[in-house]
């Protein structure tokens, strides 16, 4: 069941969210769960596509915390998709990841960094790297599209090869701020 | 806490849900959930949460998806699902046929002073099966424990979730390993996987 299934009727999405999702196909990453983001769009809505991967939405990105690590317990690689607000509800379920060890794999969208139009996105914008780092979580980061696809190569490593836990934050500029007014 | 409600001893009650628990991997809720599940023995299959407070269930998800053809019991506690009840539509969203959430309800905090719980009011199994569980159940007596054993221990159709009412007795504390490295690596041992 984990192996990359050979005749996806799907094609990869164009750009930096497809070199994320044939990174993941490549490592044999069975379960995705997500907390929607407009920049995870397309690696969604492939990932939805491939019969070799289960997307998983959930209800709050804490949940996707005890998800990954259940997977892992399973025999599964998993990881977590959400953008930046999210990063703060997991700070006391990443004690899991801390207590029991294994692969812990996560791809943010920045928000409320970069010419974000909606204050209520700053906060977490800003805070979210210190938010991993509290949690004991290494933060990767990719601010140009061409910087994708090596900080998943690098992050699928730690996690999945080293057992480490992991963050790829991918930088609000990847995505355009958010119109809200046209 | 209406007198009528007839309220079962939680350790019976889970001492009978895993006494043929087979293959069955065990999830288990913090607090006294933990501590009755370790009361029925050890198990390499168990998974002791001491922490991570709304997780039960959702990681018992995980391992169920990984693990299609075995059974995963998640057995936790009122409050620890009140923090978590988003799951139950994550659940259902999935419908894995192998997972069953079993919650001991004894209607209050037990391990930080027995202040009560909101299930005083609010009612999980009706919010489970609001959530698209369709296998969502209200337990009172020792008999419908029998036939939950049975489901949870085997395949369904769907998912199941079981709200078992229990007492509201403070038991003796068994008190399983704190440590999750080693539950991580003898859970997946026992599933003929690397420990790392």
């Known amino acids: 069941m984990n192996a990359a299934h050979p005749h996806a009727l799907h094609a990869s999405p164009a750009g930096w969210p497809g070199d994320i999702f044939s990174a993941l196909k490549a490592a044999r990453v069975r379960q995705v769960a997500y907390v929607p983001d407009g920049g995870h769009a397309d690696l969604i809505r492939a990932v939805h596509a491939d019969p070799a991967m289960i997307g998983i939405p959930l209800t709050t990105e804490e949940e996707g915390i005890a998800l990954v690590s259940g997977a892992w317990l399973g025999g599964d690689r998993a990881c977590l998709l959400m953008q930046s607000s999210g990063v703060g509800n997991c700070i006391n379920m990443l004690s899991l990841v801390r207590n029991m060890g ?17 204050p209520w996105q700053v906060p977490m914008g800003t805070s979210t790297p210190d938010a991993f780092r509290l949690m004991g979580v290494h933060v990767l980061r990719a601010d140009r599209p061409e910087e994708v696809g090596p900080a998943t190569a690098a992050g699928i490593r730690m996690a999945y090869e080293g057992g480490s836990a992991v963050a790829v934050l991918l930088a609000q500029q990847l995505i355009g701020a958010k119109v809200f007014v046209r | 806490m209406s007198q009528s409600v007839n309220r079962l001893d939680r350790r019976a009650v889970v001492a009978r849900l895993l006494k043929d628990r087979g293959e069955a991997i065990v999830v288990t809720g913090l607090g006294s959930p933990t501590y009755d599940v370790a009361a029925c023995g050890d198990h390499d299959r168990n998974v002791y ?13 995980g391992i169920a998806l990984a693990r299609p053809e075995t059974p995963v019991i998640a057995v936790t506690g009122d409050g620890e699902m009140l923090m978590g009840v988003g799951s139950f539509a994550t659940i259902a969203m999935q419908a894995p046929k192998n997972l069953t959430v079993v919650i001991l ?3 209050l905090y037990g391990e930080t002073g027995g202040q009560a719980s909101h299930t005083l009011v609010a009612d999980l199994a009706g919010i489970a099966g609001a959530s698209g569980i369709a296998d969502s159940r209200a337990i009172d007596a020792m008999g419908d424990v029998e036939g939950l054993a049975t489901r949870a221990t085997a395949l369904g159709n769907g998912p199941c979730v079981a709200v078992v009412r ?10 399983p390993t704190r440590d999750g490295h080693a539950v991580r690596a003898r859970v997946r041992q026992s599933l003929g996987l690397s420990i790392d």
Do not use: H, K, S, Y
């Not at chain 1, 294994?102 to 909606?118: A, D």
């Not at chain 2, 949460?49 to 998800?61: E, S």
């Not at chain 2, 229990?166 to 008190?175: C, D, F, K, P, S």
């Open chain 2, 49 to 61: 949460l001491w922490g991570a407070m709304g997780g039960c269930a959702v990681m018992a998800l």
């Open chain 2, 166 to 175: 229990i007492g509201q007795a403070e038991l003796e504390r068994v008190l």
């Open chain 1, 102 to 118: 294994g692969p812990f794999l996560t791809f943010v969208t920045m928000r409320g960094e970069w010419g974000e139009f909606n």
């Open chain 2, 105 to 107: 309800d004894n209607g």
